[in-house]
T-cell receptor, first 111, second 111 residues
Framework: GESVGLHLPTLSVQEGDNSIINCAYS??????FIWYKQESGKGPQFIID?????DKRQGQRVTVLLNKTVKHLSLQIAATQPGDSAVYFC??????????FGAGTRLFVKA | DAGVTQSPTHLIKTRGQQVTLRCSPK?????VSWYQQALGQGPQFIFQ???????QRGNFPDRFSGHQFPNYSSELNVNALLLGDSALYLC???FGDGELFFGEGSRLTVL
């Protein structure tokens, strides 16, 4: 089936700590994964992506890890800041034209 | 450079009515996708338009229809509105199958 789910609906971290948001997917045919950030009142914003032929990709303060064996990906945010507070979605694409989103994890950053 | 713009931002309809939502893609983009996001959930793919044709469709009834115009802008129409159609409707544009850029959405409330 097609589903992308998240392990935790909410995550609370202290400012300056690292955040890890996890995601499980079920479609082994998915070959492209994306993390989005959605702030209140706004549309989702692209953060970082990874293709299935990779297991790690780094951006500015963010790292995505992909474990195809257990169909799991994670988003790591280094030195979490108050501006990182948002809902984070993992999404997958199987090479077609639709992107399938998970339910989201809300990240709270405590000052 | 304007990003993806959607109108209206908010609207209220009653059951059985019809609604039209509009989207102007980011400059240079030729593909428009529509998503429905219920409160507290991830966006669900409705359909995608490319070259004025519906290219792929998600699991939505044919009460949901759309159109893409020669200037790449798009409309989403929903007929015979149900209470369950209340949601944030997101438009995303891309150049081909590239990165999705989302608008801020149209919040539809059905009473």
């Amino acid at each position: 089936g097609e589903s992308v789910g998240l392990h935790l609906p909410t995550l609370s971290v202290q400012e300056g700590d690292n955040s890890i948001i996890n995601c499980a997917y079920s479609n082994s045919a998915s070959d492209y994964f994306i993390w989005y950030k959605q702030e209140s009142g706004k549309g989702p914003q692209f953060i970082i992506d990874i293709r299935s032929n990779m297991d790690k990709r780094q951006g500015q303060r963010v790292t995505v890890l992909l474990n195809k064996t257990v169909k799991h990906l994670s988003l790591q945010i280094a030195a979490t800041q108050p501006g990182d507070s948002a809902v984070y979605f993992c999404a997958e694409n199987t090479g077609g034209f639709k992107t399938i989103f998970g339910a989201g994890t809300r990240l709270f950053v405590k000052a | 450079d304007a990003g993806v713009t959607q109108s209206p931002t908010h609207l209220i309809k009653t059951r059985g009515q019809q609604v039209t939502l509009r989207c102007s893609p980011k400059s240079g983009h030729d593909t428009v996708s529509w998503y429905q996001q219920a409160l507290g959930q991830g966006p669900q793919f409705i359909f995608q338009y490319y070259e004025e044709e519906e290219r792929q469709r998600g699991n939505f009834p044919d009460r949901f229809s759309g159109h893409q115009f020669p200037n790449y802008s798009s409309e989403l129409n929903v007929n015979a509105l149900l209470l369950g159609d209340s949601a944030l409707y997101l438009c995303a544009s891309s150049f081909g199958d590239g990165e999705l850029f989302f608008g801020e959405g149209s919040r539809l409330t059905v009473l």
